[in-house]
């Protein structure tokens, strides 16, 4: 094991504990090395592995994508609540995921919680399927198509999953 696993977040560790406290007093100086070289060296072994971006480009078109499909929903579930609530068609749907990997899940399911009208509820202990539900159900069918399409697939592709 490194003396200094990682050394960025030790110098991080060094100067904050000497802005918190006000102080470049000796002991100060001497806490500061301290909690800098064993926080770091305790903690590296609970550190997960970066996740690869091999498509960098389609990542930005993916945020931006999301960002203008969390604009839209706003507007969409404004006019459904605005209006007659008998209208509503609440309904829980199970969609059948694809990605290997525990944090394209996790970024698919937090981009349907982040676009209203839907919430991502759970996802199976297999991680075969993501319940969702929706504010307003009209077409199961196509719902399911347009989150595997327009966030599973990107998803899959950015992180190779």
């Given at each position: 094991?490194?003396?200094?696993?990682?050394?960025?977040?030790?110098?991080?560790?060094?100067?904050?504990?000497?802005?918190?406290?006000?102080?470049?007093?000796?002991?100060?100086?001497?806490?500061?090395?301290?909690?800098?070289?064993t926080i770091p060296w305790l903690v590296t072994g609970m550190r997960d592995e970066h996740p690869k971006i091999l498509k960098p480009w389609l990542a930005i078109r993916y945020v931006l994508m999301v960002m203008k499909d969390i604009l839209t929903a706003n507007v969409e579930v404004a006019l459904l609540i605005?209006?007659?609530?008998?209208?509503?068609?609440?309904?829980?749907?199970?969609?059948?995921?694809?990605?290997?990997?525990?944090?394209?899940?996790?970024?698919?399911?937090?981009?349907?919680?982040?676009?209203?009208?839907?919430?991502?509820?759970?996802?199976?202990?297999?991680?075969?399927?993501?319940?969702?539900?929706?504010?307003?159900?009209?077409?199961?069918?196509?719902?399911?198509?347009?989150?595997?399409?327009?966030?599973?697939?990107?998803?899959?592709?950015?992180?190779?999953?």
């Amino acid at each position: 094991m490194k003396f200094l696993p990682m050394p960025f977040h030790s110098l991080l560790l060094f100067i904050v504990w000497l802005l918190l406290n006000n102080s470049i007093s000796a002991g100060h100086i001497v806490l500061a090395i301290f909690f800098a070289i064993t926080i770091p060296w305790l903690v590296t072994g609970m550190r997960d592995e970066h996740p690869k971006i091999l498509k960098p480009w389609l990542a930005i078109r993916y945020v931006l994508m999301v960002m203008k499909d969390i604009l839209t929903a706003n507007v969409e579930v404004a006019l459904l609540i605005i209006g007659p609530i008998k209208k509503l068609n609440p309904g829980f749907i199970a969609v059948p995921i694809n990605v290997g990997s525990d944090l394209g899940i996790t970024i698919l399911a937090s981009t349907v919680s982040l676009t209203p009208g839907t919430v991502s509820a759970e996802v199976s202990k297999d991680k075969a399927w993501l319940y969702i539900h929706a504010l307003h159900l009209d077409n199961e069918a196509e719902l399911i198509e347009s989150i595997k399409q327009r966030y599973e697939k990107p998803i899959k592709e950015i992180f190779g999953c």
